[in-house]
């Protein structure tokens, strides 16, 4: 536990994590505020695609959060970064909400919902989800081979009351339909951890990758070599935890031990 306490990055997960729902876990504030005053620095790092940036600024802010666009590394960010470096100038379809095109239209994308213009497929956490969608997407699995990009695996998103289909969930759907998998960009993906870190300057041995999810957030850390801290205030159980091959480095109830720890 010592070496945590010599950490300089912190990449916290949002959802299941600091929060759930609309709820604010009670130790939040405080455990990020003693993070910068021990000079740390943080980012919220999520998978979750259907909202942007600007939104999770807003609604942390409507949390007790004060965070600005620079504070947020979001998979809707690394896959526009993973399709300007591997399909540059590509008209995409894109299976997600209206934030996430705004996003990837920020980053200078052409969009259409015609496909038979379509030259790469992006799925994301579609909370905005119709059949037409779904229709058009296993269409252009069955009879092409555009490329097919997910901007998460995640099965589920928590709430408050349990939880909710997530890409992951949608994309096994299409498997079903076309038995094609996505190129997934978002965490266990080492990508997001990595240009966290050359973004900040940190190496891996003074990461942290903080989360609820061991498929996702404790994976993406592992795989890029940083630390890993399980918190079981979200999706894992302590069966999931037994069952699974890819161990965290430390497990915790929730954050409010890694606060503890840190004071």
């Not at 505020?33 to 919220?44: A, D, I, N, P, S």
């Not at 379809?93 to 095109?101: F, W």
């Not at 081979?145 to 995640?154: G, K």
Request: net charge negative; with cysteine.
């Amino acid at each position: 536990m010592e070496k945590l306490k010599a950490l300089k990055l912190y990449l916290f997960d949002m959802d299941g994590t600091l929060y759930l729902g609309d709820r604010l876990f009670p130790f939040t504030k405080e455990l990020l505020e003693t993070v910068r005053k021990r000079g740390g620095r943080y980012l919220f790092m999520t998978n979750n695609s259907s909202k942007s940036v600007s939104a999770y600024v807003e609604k942390l802010g409507r949390l007790g959060i004060a965070a600005t666009e620079e504070d947020f590394l979001t998979s809707s960010q690394a896959t526009a970064y993973y399709l300007k470096k591997n399909h540059p100038g590509k008209t995409l379809y894109v299976c997600g909400t209206a934030s996430l095109k705004e996003e990837l239209k920020k980053e200078g994308f052409s969009l259409t919902e015609d496909i038979f213009k379509t030259e790469c497929i992006v799925m994301g956490f579609d909370t905005e989800l119709t059949f037409k969608k779904l229709e058009d997407v296993s269409k252009m699995l069955c009879t092409t081979e555009l490329p097919y990009i997910a901007t998460n695996p995640d099965y589920v998103c928590p709430t408050e009351f349990g939880s909710v289909p997530d890409c992951g969930s949608v994309c096994d759907m299409l498997y079903n339909v076309s038995k094609k998998r996505p190129v997934v960009i978002g965490k266990p993906s080492p990508l997001m951890p990595e240009l966290a870190m050359e973004k900040w300057d940190a190496k891996p041995e003074e990461t942290v990758v903080i989360g609820d999810r061991i498929y996702t957030d404790i994976k993406s850390g592992l795989n890029a070599g940083a630390k890993t801290i399980l918190v079981m205030s979200g999706e894992t159980t302590k069966e999931i935890l037994d069952a699974s091959e890819d161990k965290p480095d430390y497990v915790m109830a929730d954050c409010g031990e890694l606060l503890d720890l840190l004071k």
